[in-house]
């Protein structure tokens, strides 16, 4: 079964920078891919960024372009979201996921991280 577990969340003032990461276990996740997902209040879950597994290949929002960076280690099985100058707007419960590359949909979903942006 495969688990995804987020942390690294917080509250930090506009412009500072948090990472996030998430643990993955329950499977060997070379034909995966893992993304980065948010919701705000009142809004729906949108796309941050995506990578897959074995090539390392990314893939951004434009609203994270620039700003995020993400990454994945193999040793720990582990995939990170570093947020440079963060906004207000970037206020949100941060989900990852993982679905397997041949598939549209993602599958696994880890509990979220809270991240709060002052201005």
């Known amino acids: 079964q495969v688990q995804l577990v987020e942390s690294g969340g917080g509250l930090v003032q506009a412009g500072d920078s948090l990472r996030l990461s998430c643990e993955a276990s329950?499977?060997?996740?070379?034909?995966?891919?893992m993304g980065w997902f948010r919701q705000a209040p009142g809004k729906e879950r949108e796309f941050v960024a995506a990578?897959?597994?074995?090539?390392?290949?990314?893939y951004y929002a434009d609203s994270a372009k620039g700003r995020f960076t993400i990454s994945r280690e193999y040793a720990k099985n582990t995939v990170y979201l570093q947020m440079n100058s963060l906004k207000p707007e970037d206020t949100a419960v941060y989900y990852c996921?993982?679905?397997?590359?041949?598939?549209?949909?993602?599958?696994?979903w880890g509990q979220g991280t809270q991240v709060t942006v002052s201005s």
């Open positions: 329950g499977s060997t996740f070379r034909r995966y891919i």
């Open positions: 996921a993982a679905r397997v590359a041949t598939m549209n949909e993602y599958r696994y």
């Open positions: 990578i897959s597994w074995s090539e390392g290949n990314t």
